[in-house]
């Protein structure tokens, strides 16, 4: 299997776990010291375990069936560095009965240690509007 390969299929498998809420199974593939750009919050998580309580509470915002996917998936690789990008979607009803549909951009970078592919940065991103400061999150291209 080719390192792009490899790392669709630790991609996808994290799109599965997040789909199904397994906080377990979405965080297996990250390096202990991994850095995050979010879209909300801080300007920089560090650490496993921000990158999982960043995902705990996003996922608990829908207490019902939710849709994630990665659409229009990228990816390049060398010998042990590899990066992906994509736009990836979520439609769902929050806990405050607000139905959310919405696109963000998304880097990951991989590293690979000891034949394994691990997530070293991730950042994520919207557009927003100059004019109002709105975030843009259904932008057709």
């Not at 080719?2 to 299929?9: F, L, P, Y």
């Not at 199904?20 to 919050?41: C, E, H, L, P, Q």
């Not at 959310?100 to 557009?127: G, L, Q, Y």
Request: charged share 30%; net charge negative.
């Amino acid at each position: 299997m080719s390192s792009e390969e490899q790392i669709e299929d630790l991609i996808r498998q994290q799109e599965a776990a997040v789909q199904r809420k397994d906080i377990d199974g979405a965080m297996v593939n990250y390096a202990n010291d991994v850095v995050s750009f979010d879209v909300v919050d801080n300007l920089q998580k560090v650490g496993v375990a921000a990158c999982r309580q960043r995902l705990e509470n996003w996922l608990s915002q829908f207490p019902g069936p939710f849709s994630y996917n990665i659409e229009r998936l990228s990816i390049t690789t060398n010998e042990d560095l590899g990066f992906c990008h994509s736009f990836n979607h979520v439609k769902g009803l929050l806990e405050n009965g607000e139905e959310i549909d919405m696109r963000w951009r998304a880097t990951i970078c991989f590293e690979r240690k000891n034949d394994k592919w691990f997530i070293i940065h991730e950042h994520s991103s919207v557009p927003f509007d100059p004019k109002t400061g709105k975030a843009l999150i259904k932008l057709d291209e």
